[in-house]
């Protein structure tokens, strides 16, 4: 089968691109051909046997979606995309890549005719508070930045094109994705990775908000798992509602400082300084917390269960073990 | 003040157009301007001193839109769109009219910079079931048409346009309007309106669904009482969710052919004939049914309490009482 990952050369996208290359199949299906699509020049990895292109296009440019979906792949995982914190800064940049480049991509699926599996990166910046102590499966997609509009808008195009059967999508609105491998960036989420990632590197790290703060997260790896379950889930099963809350660990700020305690000790818990910062604050704390995510565990979705498992994650993936 | 109408050459933008001449304000601001637009030719009405311009063009159409907000009204009410049955029936027109129509307007007011206040005429058809007996405020929006997923995305751009003050903007979800004046249609809706609006003329009806149906309906009137209302709203009193389910009659068929009976007799009943339709039925059953709309009631909005109120209205305003 032919694979194409959108926005391949991001953190997701890389992880990806090594368990496709290292599982060799999807389901029951060998992987032969995979197409890795980035709008920034990227390194192709060694294939082994499976034959990889690379293409350095903006989706949403005329015709770069349609020579991709002309390649008819099997399975679709599009990642492509600015994070919400550039989406927010640079609004006309944010529709043309998360609205129009998506839309085209699916425009020139509908156009190639071969209606495959895509796999669909949303978020829960979907949701917009206030919010129920529990997040239902059916509770309103509001959302309170432009990043989540344009989620918004890509789910209701994978809905309809798959009701459409233009193509066969799913929806995944993943939690926070924790601990991220890499340098701190400022996303005013970015502390819940920084908290545990700096300090198991011997490096200090700045706790902007209150540790009672709830956030639901998965690892980066958990996150692939998301994708590669999906890219094989019986399209029945799922239903006409293709927009799917993900399962992770729920847990407070402290939570994840005692988990660190108990992974790396107490000396690297030493390494966190509580700064209170009241920008950063205003934001999270209209951020969703828990989620019932009834639908995607009973579909077989799977995250850790706690945040332990997720430090270990991290160190076996990025640290090396 | 200047106040725009899109879609003015329809059933509701008539009657809105004849409600604003007749009222000659918004809350408390004389009107002074008025410009109707429409993708088909229609006659302009008397203005009784009130400047009118007619304005016949696509929205989504090259420089369309930037010619209407280039004339910075105060008030733009956005009705302009192609209804449920032909969003079905023609994908791509769907698409360019309902959803890159109302991008391309919202781009204009957006680089005229004037911050009107905008009324969008949403719908009930964002939702998609199962439904729980009564729908709250906050239930999903996962539409299962194409034009619930359209509107879906036109409420999105509304509410970040409006977060980000590039316009003011509330949307409607208008419950089923009833009794729509004019022919029998084809819409699977039609019967709601037919089974009161053809006995009344003395002429047959064919109820194709269980009397058991239930459905919100608001009378044409309430519609446009919906768009004054919105139009003078205070922003602040709306917060940061702009998309609204209206109140409304929620009755079943049969409380509608019962109103029908007091209000016009049982010979008006008798010309209604019972022929079940399966594909209707099919659609009609997924129909959404109640609706809590708790913060529109909060908010001002107000339709019909009965069903005879409904036909009351349609006799008035339509059948010249």
């Known amino acids: 089968m032919r694979v194409l990952v959108t926005g391949a050369a991001g953190m997701i996208g890389r992880k990806l691109t090594a368990r496709l290359l290292s599982e060799r199949k999807i389901g029951d299906r060998p992987i032969t051909e995979l197409d890795l699509q980035d709008v920034v020049p990227f390194d192709a990895p060694d294939g082994n046997g499976i034959k990889i292109a690379t293409h350095v296009s903006d989706l949403a440019a005329p015709g770069s979606a349609r020579a991709l979906a002309a390649r008819r792949p099997d399975v679709v995982f599009h990642l492509a995309g600015i994070v919400s914190g550039q989406a927010e800064a640079e609004f006309e940049l944010g529709y043309h890549v998360n609205l129009d480049g998506t839309r085209a991509l699916y425009e020139a699926i ?13 978020s829960i910046a979907v949701y917009g508070g206030p919010f129920p102590d529990i997040i239902p ?9 432009s990043y989540g509009a344009q989620k918004v808008m890509g789910e209701a195009l994978l809905q309809d094109y798959t009701r459409r ?32 990632r700096e300090p198991l590197a011997g490096l200090p790290a700045v706790l902007p908000v209150p540790r009672s703060v709830v956030c639901t997260h998965a690892s980066p790896r958990a996150a692939v798992g998301f994708l590669m379950h999906a890219a094989s889930l019986d399209s029945a099963a799922v239903g006409p509602h293709r927009n799917l809350p993900l399962p992770g660990a729920a847990v407070t700020v402290g939570d994840q400082i005692e988990a660190l305690a ?12 509580e700064e209170h910062d009241e920008a950063i604050w205003a934001m999270v704390k209209n951020w ?26 991290y160190i076996e993936d990025d640290l090396n073990g």
């Open 288 to 313: 969703p917390t828990r989620f019932e995510a009834r639908r995607s565990r009973e579909l077989g979705f799977k995250a850790e269960d706690s945040f332990d498992e997720i430090i270990r994650a």
């Open 137 to 145: 499966d059916e509770f309103h997609t509001s959302p309170l930045s």
């Open 110 to 122: 509908r156009e190639a005719g071969n209606a495959p599996r895509v796999v669909y990166t949303s």
């Open 165 to 196: 059967g233009f193509l066969d999508g799913i929806g995944l609105r993943l939690p926070g994705i924790t601990v991220r491998p890499g340098k701190p960036n400022k996303a005013a989420s970015g502390f819940f990775s920084s908290i545990i």
């Open 262 to 273: 108990r992974v790396a000790g107490s000396d690297a818990v030493r390494l966190i300084r």
